[in-house]
């Protein structure tokens, strides 16, 4: 081995240690303390298990940085960051108050007036007039808005579309309740939400409602709350990457031990770090390479992924602050709306989801689809979590076809090739 291989294994061994050893003493600190549920023994053992999460990313980062330097690997992410097309397209700005007071940010894109036919009318559904429909779009948990690009770009012009930022993301404001620690969050909050934005930028006509992840959950949440929208007004449902229940059975891809001991420690875990915010984002940018390969691991499972799709999602991922990522995580083990989706069975939805999903497995949206037999279910090959950005021209195209069954566009619809992602296509991006 060569004295720069050398230095690239140590150097990303060290980078994993390091993580290891940050989640270690976090876990000590919220034993001790009493936020966490279990003994030393299984403190160590959480700590293994985040360690071989994290030594599977530094072993990237390792080889990538036997071919390139520190210096140029962060020119590129600026690179990216000041160049890439994602995450640019913008709406009419409104903002939506929750029941607490939290500000929620949403834009709406218009449909094109009628009398000048926009060529991306033209590709995806035709001359003829769509529906008066709004197409509301729900994010996923540390993302935002921005996360459905391709499906925006698809249609912006052809209906009317609403994308909002969830409660403390993106450009909405912190949650009230939890920014003073009077509240715990639930699933049962942002459903809650939902509403309050539908109530100011939708307040009446038919409905689509779009959930990616918890984004889905939410969908789910308002259903389970609000069943009398769902009968008068919801057209159609899409549950992307999401499930109804049963999240604290999720592995994330560790072996058994390691992920038993992680399911007791994490949320003690996650409270000590997100009371030292600063500290760790410190050392979420110190450690940019290490954190880079873990997002890369969980959100995708294509090995071509453009490189620009990837930075995008990072973008997203690491402006979530810690402390907003440690209140939301306990709302997960707690979520169950599999008594929710009987609203749902009256209408055309569409259940999708990457067969390679850590996350949520995609056996949660089979779990789902068994509960609504006429739903359509849609299992991407080569597919991990982030399936929108991923394959976003066959995501794309499953929504038009169920905007179709909506009754939102007409018959016949075709969809362009908004969106492939692969570094091996020269496909345009929306």
Same mark, same amino acid.
């Given at each position: 081995?060569?004295?720069?291989?050398?230095?690239?294994?140590?150097?990303?061994?060290?980078?994993?240690?390091?993580?290891?050893?940050?989640?270690?003493?976090?876990?000590?600190?919220?034993?001790?303390?009493?936020?966490?549920?279990?003994?030393?023994?299984?403190?160590?053992?959480?700590?293994?298990?985040?360690?071989?999460?994290?030594?599977?990313?530094?072993?990237?980062?390792?080889?990538?940085?036997?071919?390139?330097?520190?210096?140029?690997?962060?020119?590129?992410?600026?690179?990216?960051?000041?160049?890439?097309?994602? $995450?640019?397209?913008?709406?009419?700005?409104?903002?939506?108050?929750?029941?607490?007071? +939290?500000?929620?940010?949403?834009?709406?894109?218009? &449909?094109?007036?009628?009398?000048?036919?926009?060529? *991306?009318?033209?590709?995806?559904?035709?001359?003829?007039?769509?529906? &008066?429909?709004?197409?509301?779009?729900?994010?996923?948990?540390?993302?935002?808005?921005?996360?459905?690009?391709?499906?925006?770009?698809?249609?912006?012009?052809?209906?009317?579309?609403?994308?909002?930022?969830?409660?403390?993301?993106? *450009?909405? $404001?912190?949650?009230?309740?939890?920014?003073?620690?009077?509240?715990?969050?639930?699933?049962?909050?942002?459903?809650?939400?939902?509403?309050?934005?539908?109530?100011?930028?939708?307040?009446?006509?038919?409905?689509?409602?779009?959930?990616?992840?918890?984004?889905?959950? +939410?969908?789910?949440?308002?259903?389970?709350?609000?069943?009398?929208?769902?009968?008068?007004?919801?057209?159609?449902?899409?549950?992307?990457?999401?499930?109804?229940?049963?999240?604290?059975?999720?592995?994330?891809?560790?072996?058994?031990?390691?992920?038993?001991?992680?399911?007791?420690?994490?949320?003690?875990?996650?409270?000590?770090?997100?009371?030292?915010?600063?500290?760790?984002?410190?050392?979420?940018?110190?450690?940019?390479?290490?954190?880079?390969?873990?997002?890369?691991?969980?959100?995708?499972?294509?090995?071509?992924?453009?490189?620009?799709?990837?930075?995008?999602?990072? *973008?997203?991922?690491?402006?979530?602050?810690?402390?907003?990522?440690?209140?939301?995580?306990?709302?997960?083990?707690?979520?169950?709306?599999?008594?929710?989706?009987?609203?749902?069975?009256?209408?055309?939805?569409?259940?999708?989801?990457?067969?390679?999903?850590?996350? +949520?497995?995609?056996?949660?949206?089979?779990?789902?689809?068994?509960?609504?037999?006429?739903?359509?279910?849609?299992?991407?090959?080569?597919?991990?979590?982030?399936?929108?950005?991923?394959?976003?021209?066959?995501?794309?195209?499953?929504?038009?076809?169920?905007?179709?069954?909506?009754?939102?566009?007409?018959?016949?619809?075709?969809?362009? &090739?908004?969106?492939?992602?692969?570094?091996?296509?020269?496909? &345009? *991006?929306?």
């Amino acid at each position: 081995m060569s004295e720069s291989s050398a230095d690239a294994v140590a150097a990303a061994a060290e980078a994993a240690t390091g993580v290891a050893a940050a989640v270690g003493t976090a876990t000590a600190t919220a034993t001790a303390t009493g936020t966490g549920t279990g003994s030393w023994r299984m403190a160590g053992l959480a700590g293994a298990a985040v360690g071989v999460i994290a030594a599977g990313a530094a072993a990237g980062v390792a080889v990538e940085r036997l071919t390139v330097g520190r210096g140029m690997r962060r020119k590129a992410r600026l690179a990216l960051d000041s160049t890439g097309p994602y $995450g640019t397209l913008r709406g009419a700005p409104g903002t939506a108050h929750a029941d607490d007071g +939290t500000e929620l940010y949403y834009e709406v894109d218009e &449909p094109a007036p009628q009398s000048v036919p926009a060529p *991306r009318r033209r590709r995806l559904f035709g001359r003829r007039t769509p529906a &008066p429909v709004t197409v509301v779009f729900s994010h996923g948990y540390c993302l935002n808005q921005d996360s459905w690009h391709f499906q925006r770009a698809a249609l912006r012009g052809v209906v009317r579309t609403v994308h909002w930022d969830q409660r403390s993301h993106g *450009r909405s $404001g912190r949650g009230v309740g939890q920014r003073d620690g009077r509240v715990p969050l639930t699933i049962e909050q942002l459903g809650r939400d939902l509403k309050a934005v539908i109530d100011a930028a939708a307040p009446e006509g038919p409905l689509v409602l779009v959930g990616h992840s918890m984004g889905g959950m +939410t969908v789910m949440a308002l259903a389970e709350q609000y069943p009398e929208l769902f009968r008068e007004r919801v057209a159609g449902v899409a549950l992307v990457g999401t499930s109804s229940g049963r999240l604290g059975e999720v592995n994330f891809g560790l072996p058994v031990a390691g992920v038993n001991a992680v399911r007791r420690i994490l949320p003690g875990v996650l409270k000590a770090l997100g009371q030292r915010a600063e500290l760790v984002e410190r050392g979420r940018r110190a450690t940019a390479d290490l954190f880079a390969g873990i997002i890369k691991r969980y959100s995708f499972a294509t090995r071509d992924i453009d490189p620009s799709v990837a930075r995008f999602a990072e *973008r997203m991922i690491e402006n979530t602050p810690i402390d907003v990522v440690a209140e939301f995580y306990p709302a997960f083990t707690e979520h169950d709306k599999t008594e929710a989706l009987a609203h749902l069975t009256d209408m055309p939805v569409l259940v999708l989801a990457g067969v390679d999903d850590l996350v +949520t497995p995609s056996e949660h949206s089979e779990a789902i689809a068994r509960l609504l037999p006429d739903a359509e279910l849609v299992l991407v090959p080569d597919a991990g979590h982030l399936v929108m950005l991923e394959h976003p021209e066959l995501v794309t195209d499953r929504l038009a076809d169920l905007l179709v069954r909506a009754g939102a566009v007409p018959a016949g619809a075709t969809v362009g &090739p908004y969106g492939s992602t692969s570094t091996s296509s020269s496909a &345009p *991006r929306g």
